[in-house]
């Protein structure tokens, strides 16, 4: 069993920075794949980012790259998300996903196992 919880959302400012980290509980936190998605008001969950259980791969929407990157600390069992040149249409909540497939990095939501409660990101224009 994982437990995540998100943090570090926020109001920002079109062009502006946050980063997002999602904190997991559990000892067995390298050997899963982690991922990031976002649901906007009326949409489905959609992936950002996804990152292998060592963090040797990563794997981005089209939508946010260059402009977003995830990483990992396996030792502080969390995961980042350093979102940068924020859009409007980057609002959204933004969740956290574990997935046991650690070698995985992929969008397939139906392939996590594990979610967080979701963070709030809002970006004004």
């Known amino acids: 069993q994982v437990q995540l919880v998100e943090s570090g959302g926020g109001l920002v400012q079109a062009g502006g920075s946050l980063r997002l980290s999602c904190a997991a509980s559990g000892r067995t936190f390298s050997s899963y794949g982690m991922g990031w998605f976002r649901q906007a008001p009326g949409k489905e969950r959609e992936f950002v980012a996804t990152?292998?259980?060592?963090?040797?791969?990563?794997y981005y929407a089209d939508s946010v790259k260059g402009r977003f990157t995830i990483s990992r600390d396996n030792a502080k069992n969390t995961v980042y998300l350093q979102m940068n040149s924020l859009k409007p249409e980057d609002t959204a909540v933004y969740y956290c996903a574990a997935t046991s497939v650690s070698d995985y990095v992929g969008g397939n939501l139906y392939i996590y196992d594990y979610w967080g409660q979701g963070t709030q990101v809002t970006v004004s224009s």
């Open positions: 990152i292998s259980y060592s963090g040797a791969i990563t």
